[in-house]
């Protein structure tokens, strides 16, 4: 597989869609809720005038995980902070960055940070969880996957998310579940993969902490 360059090391490509955005925002153009329809969309549809996060592969040299995470990071901000990000995310990106390792650096730290995600101190889940992220720190520093731990974390995860006393407990375990399944899984392109990562996403966040999600993403785009 072709390893993927942000923007396909073009900074011509950058301006366009950021250029593109802006225009959108300024008309009034971005909504949530839907893709892409009568000339307005959220994050994805008007970046690309559909609802194919793939197509982030094809025309930014970005990975579909990442689209993916913008869309849900866009519709669970506030109204104000959400017609920012699509402009937000796009700069953060830097033509030519290898962003192969942001995604699971970033679910490393819902794995990891309480205070985006409480659940993951709950008694019941907390080793369960430990389990994943540390499964996880191997792709987020580019190291292959153990896929025999995986399948053990994810297994405990599974379990915990079972037992799980309350909301927050079981939003932590369950990303933990999903994290240890997707590392495991034979192909990172996998419908019910991608679906899930939305999902997970979702599942960590009170309010307040999409607002703490967009912040950490800015930044990991930035550092790369």
């Not at 009034?28 to 194919?52: F, S």
């Not at 962003?99 to 490393?108: A, D, I």
């Not at 990172?188 to 679906?195: D, F, P, Q, T, Y």
């Given at each position: 597989?072709?390893?993927?360059?942000?923007?396909?090391?073009?900074?011509?490509?950058?301006?366009?869609?950021?250029?593109?955005?802006?225009?959108?925002?300024?008309?009034?153009?971005?909504?949530?809720?839907?893709?892409?329809?009568?000339?307005?969309?959220?994050?994805?549809?008007?970046?690309i005038h559909g609802q194919d996060h793939a197509e982030?592969?094809?025309?930014?040299?970005?990975?579909?995980?990442?689209?993916?995470?913008?869309?849900?990071?866009?519709?669970?901000?506030?109204?104000?902070?959400?017609?920012?990000?699509?402009?937000?995310?796009?700069?953060?990106?830097?033509?030519?960055?290898?962003?192969?390792?942001?995604?699971?650096?970033?679910?490393?730290?819902?794995?990891?940070?309480?205070?985006?995600?409480?659940?993951?101190?709950?008694?019941?889940?907390?080793?369960?969880?430990?389990?994943?992220?540390?499964?996880?720190?191997?792709?987020?520093?580019?190291?292959?996957?153990?896929?025999?731990?995986?399948?053990?974390?994810?297994?405990?995860?599974?379990?915990?998310?079972?037992?799980?006393?309350?909301?927050?407990?079981?939003?932590?375990?369950?990303?933990?579940?999903?994290?240890?399944?997707?590392?495991?899984?034979?192909?990172?392109?996998?419908?019910?993969?991608?679906?899930?990562?939305?999902?997970?996403?979702?599942?960590?966040?009170?309010?307040?902490?999409?607002?703490?999600?967009?912040?950490?993403?800015?930044?990991?785009?930035?550092?790369?």
């Amino acid at each position: 597989m072709t390893a993927l360059i942000a923007y396909h090391n073009d900074p011509v490509i950058k301006t366009k869609i950021i250029a593109q955005l802006e225009a959108h925002r300024a008309a009034d153009q971005l909504v949530k809720g839907q893709y892409w329809e009568g000339g307005k969309g959220c994050a994805v549809g008007c970046t690309i005038h559909g609802q194919d996060h793939a197509e982030y592969e094809v025309r930014f040299g970005i990975p579909e995980m990442l689209a993916r995470l913008e869309d849900a990071i866009f519709e669970g901000l506030p109204n104000g902070d959400a017609m920012e990000w699509p402009v937000r995310f796009m700069s953060a990106i830097r033509p030519g960055a290898d962003l192969s390792r942001v995604w699971w650096q970033f679910l490393h730290w819902l794995l990891t940070d309480a205070v985006v995600n409480p659940g993951i101190n709950h008694p019941l889940v907390r080793d369960a969880i430990r389990q994943c992220a540390d499964v996880v720190a191997a792709p987020a520093k580019g190291i292959p996957i153990d896929r025999i731990a995986a399948d053990s974390a994810w297994r405990a995860a599974d379990s915990a998310a079972d037992s799980a006393a309350d909301s927050a407990a079981w939003s932590a375990s369950w990303i933990a579940a999903w994290s240890a399944a997707r590392s495991a899984a034979e192909s990172a392109a996998e419908s019910a993969a991608w679906s899930a990562a939305w999902g997970a996403a979702r599942s960590a966040a009170r309010s307040a902490a999409w607002q703490m999600m967009a912040e950490k993403l800015t930044r990991l785009l930035e550092a790369t």
